[in-house]
């Protein structure tokens, strides 16, 4: 059975974020009103070329309740008017936010992006009044520059495993 190592990692200070700025052209707006199917298209959009379909075979019901619920952030950004990318946000405990979702549409890879949006991710996480971490994980699977990325960005790993693809 082929294998993937997932890396779970973490910054517990806003002052060790390493930001990178947005060009210029690109622009980030908040889903302030949720909807479901906005998250589900945008879940496919970026996620199909990296395998995210979990969410996909699982209860809708569930995957609604929390996007709809307050703990729940999204944000979508474009590119001169395309959907570029686009990040979720999660904190049910109202202390750690998880940047739950994070990616650009395949076709905006490998254009400078990846870090200004994750900086931009990393922002709104600690402007949601409360924070006191912010923590991700990503896998061998995803982009190969995704782990240089957010330890470029200051988050340092805290757990590793290895786990069935």
Request: charged letters at 25%; hydrophobic letters at 40%; one cysteine or more.
């Amino acid at each position: 059975m082929a294998e993937q190592t997932i890396w779970y990692l973490e910054m517990r200070d806003p002052d060790a974020h390493r930001a990178r700025a947005l060009p210029e052209t690109f622009t980030v707006t908040e889903c302030e009103i949720p909807q479901f199917a906005l998250n589900r298209f945008l879940y496919e959009l970026v996620g199909a070329q990296w395998q995210w379909d979990e969410k996909l075979e699982g209860d809708q019901n569930a995957w609604r309740a929390m996007i709809e619920s307050d703990a729940h952030r999204t944000f979508v950004a474009y590119y001169r008017g395309a959907i570029a990318g686009y990040f979720e946000l999660y904190r049910p405990d109202g202390i750690n936010v998880e940047i739950l979702y994070f990616g650009l549409v395949e076709n905006f890879i490998g254009m400078g992006f990846g870090a200004g949006l994750l900086s931009h991710a990393i922002d709104q996480a600690w402007r949601w009044t409360g924070t006191e971490r912010v923590w991700l994980h990503t896998c061998s699977l995803d982009h190969p520059a995704a782990l240089e990325n957010y330890q470029k960005r200051g988050f340092t790993i805290y757990d590793e495993e290895i786990a069935p693809c």
